[in-house]
């Protein structure tokens, strides 16, 4: 198996899919039970995850450390199939700036929401208004089915693409170095404290 397909199958498909599954099923469980124990339905961490795994795979994609015109560029590359908005790069990445930036800096998309409705099949939706604005929900269980979608076509394409699977490997391996490094220095931080 090569690098890529064993790393997506283990930090894509096992950890990403089965956490956000998850998420989704404490979600459902939420909804159908107001007695669940969960107070919340995981709606910005699950979405939160989502971007985190998209900005992973960018910088694979690149091989580089994604800015936010590479993340713009893989969403319009591999999520706009299945989401033909995403064709407009500057609309992609203004996606990402108020529902990534705005939960990530802020515990809150700016200005808008996120929504955990599995009965519909939309993505981005206006909602009633706050004040004299009407603001955005991005739809959680489509977004995952997107960002899904696009994770898989591009495996696909690693699979069949010499020179991005170079990019992919020298991304992963300074990912890895970079994570052993930070984790030593660390480590000896403790260690120095424990004296």
Known sequence: MALHNTVFKQQIWEFFCDDLESCLTVSKLKQSNPNAPFKGGLNFTATLAIFSVIELCAGWW?????????IASFIQRYLSKYYVRFKDKTLAKKFYEVFRNGLSHQWSPK???????????????????????????????????????????????LNENEEMRKLFEARYNKIVEGDYKEMRILRGMLENQNE
């Open 62 to 70: 690149k091989g580089t450390a994604p800015t936010s015109d590479v």
């Open 111 to 157: 200005a808008s929401g996120v929504a955990m409705d599995f009965n519909g099949n939309w993505l981005i939706n206006k909602t009633g208004e706050i004040g004299q604005e009407e603001i955005l929900l991005l739809n959680v269980p489509t977004f995952y089915y997107v960002a899904k979608q696009g994770l898989e076509d591009f495996e696909k394409e």
